[in-house]
Structures are given as structure tokens and as C-alpha cells.
């Protein structure tokens, strides 16, 4: 382990993170946005929407390289694949999944509508993928935005913070991030539902890091597996509502059993460099 940093060393590296992940995925994102106002022709395919997601990542790999050099690219990287973390928080890290199936089966046989579960390969701006969807969320949204949000940018706030706070002030940045896919993906009315579920997912995420020891992949898997049941044209409405409440609910209990110090029963995960 390397020397702590001072407070303002980090704090200077994490403006710097948050620089970078802006500025890469709002140069993709803002364009996006734009030519679906009608302001500008577009620029890029609408596909590209899933290449935003790379901004955190890359960011991340940056400013670790440039602040540790290769040992710290290495101990991210053994972070990444961290996938000794015990059975049970695999199955927390397919929990949606499993709640998304388990919920579809209970709409279809209590209502009129009729989830199916082809439906969840039907993503935004691509042909169906069918299986292949759940790959894309993981391997974009979950690898591309985890590695930066809970690989990079969390274990430094919890260096200086409590888990809560720390969550809170990443949940203000990792919003502030989305902005511009309220202009081309999302609907403006739908802010302070989402607000509500990201951060109460923020808090889910810090309770699985810090109770795998830092592992992003576990993040990831639950970050990609979210999106698969609740960004699809099967998780609009009632299927992606019922999900999200059920984790908004998974994160009063992990505060009220935890507490906001750690949010885990392992303390928190801290970069000691």
C-alpha cells in the first residue's frame, strides 16, 4: 500500500474524474441530444447511446493511471474481476433477475397484461437481442459506468466520509451525468421517481461493494441485470415500477440494519493510496 493522499489531493483527483466522465460521455450524449431536438442534424448513429456509458470508465482508467501509474491500473484490474466473493452475493448480484422473472409470473396470472419474457431482448436503438440484451447492459452501463462510479469515485468519498454521505454526494454526480439522455431517452416527468431510485440503487450498490471487499464486478452484474428487467419494452410500466420499489425498499432496510457509518457488516472499502 502506498501512502494516504492528502484531502486536497483527492479531492483534486476526483474533479478530475468527474471532468473527464462528463466530458467524454456528454460529447456523445449532448450531440444525441440535440439532433433529437431538432436543434442539429445528427451526428452520430442513435446507438451510440450505449458508447456514453464508456465516459466513467475511461475516466477512471485515466486518473488512475496518471495518479498511481500501472500498480494502480493493476489493483483496479484485480477488482474488476474479482468474482471470489461467496455464492450468496452472486445471487444478490442476479437478485434482479430472479425478482424481475419472479414478478412477471405474478402480473401475467393477476392481470390483463401480459409480460413476456421475449420482450426483455427488445432494447433501444438496436434490432432484438433476445439474450444477448443482458450482455449489453452488463458489459455497457454495468462495466462502463461501475468501474468509474463504484470503482473509482466511491472508495476515495469513503476515504474522507461515512458509506451514507459518501453515497449522497456520488448519487448528486452520477445524476448530474445522465442529464443529457433526458433530452433523448427519458421523459422529463419521470425525474423525481428516478431520483428517488437512484439513489436508493446508490445505496444497494455501496452495500454490495463494501460487503465484497471492493469487487466492481459483483456491482456490474447487478447494475447490467437491472437494466436488462427494467430498460426494455417489457420493464416499462408496472414490471420496472414493482421492481424498483422492491430495491428502494432493499435500501431502508440496509440503512436501518447497518447504519449510515458503513453500510455493511464489513466496514467500508477504502483506495489507500
Not at 6 to 29: E, T
Not at 80 to 102: C, D, E, Q, T
Not at 219 to 237: D, L, Q, R, T, W
Request: a positive charge; proline letters at 4%.
Amino acid at each position: 500500500m502506498m501512502r494516504k493522499l492528502p484531502l486536497s489531493q483527492n479531492k483534486s483527483n476526483l474533479i478530475g474524474y468527474f471532468f473527464l466522465a462528463y466530458s467524454i460521455s456528454w460529447a456523445l450524449g449532448i450531440p444525441l441530444a440535440l439532433a433529437k431536438q431538432g436543434m442539429i442534424q445528427p451526428i452520430f448513429p442513435k446507438w451510440f447511446h450505449y458508447l456514453v456509458a464508456y465516459g466513467p470508465m475511461l475516466a477512471a482508467l485515466i486518473m488512475t493511471f496518471v495518479t498511481q501509474g500501472q500498480s494502480g491500473l493493476q489493483e483496479l484490474w484485480k477488482r474488476i474481476i474479482k468474482w471470489r466473493v461467496g455464492v450468496v452475493w452472486w445471487v444478490v448480484a442476479l437478485s434482479p433477475l430472479i425478482m424481475g422473472f419472479l414478478v412477471a409470473i405474478v402480473i401475467n396470472m393477476l392481470t390483463n397484461d401480459c409480460i413476456s419474457i421475449s420482450d426483455l431482448g427488445t432494447v433501444r436503438f438496436l434490432p432484438p437481442l433476445g439474450i444477448g440484451a443482458l450482455f449489453l447492459w452488463i458489459f455497457t452501463f454495468g462495466l462502463g459506468e461501475e468501474i468509474g462510479w463504484r470503482g473509482f469515485v466511491l472508495p476515495r468519498l469513503q476515504k474522507d466520509y461515512n458509506a451514507f454521505f459518501a453515497t449522497t454526494i456520488l448519487t448528486f454526480f452520477w445524476a448530474l451525468w445522465h442529464l443529457p439522455q433526458f433530452f433523448y431517452v427519458f421523459e422529463a416527468s419521470i425525474a423525481p421517481g428516478w431520483l428517488i431510485g437512484l439513489f436508493a440503487g446508490a445505496i444497494v450498490f455501496t452495500w454490495l461493494f463494501n460487503n465484497t471487499e471492493g469487487s466492481i464486478l459483483i456491482v456490474a452484474m447487478f447494475h447490467g441485470c437491472f437494466n436488462y428487467i427494467s430498460a426494455s419494452s417489457a420493464g416499462n410500466g408496472l414490471l420496472a415500477a414493482i421492481v424498483s420499489t422492491m430495491v428502494i425498499i432493499w435500501a431502508v432496510i440496509v440503512v436501518l440494519l447497518y447504519k449510515p457509518q458503513t453500510l455493511s457488516r464489513k466496514g467500508m472499502f477504502v483506495v489507500c493510496h
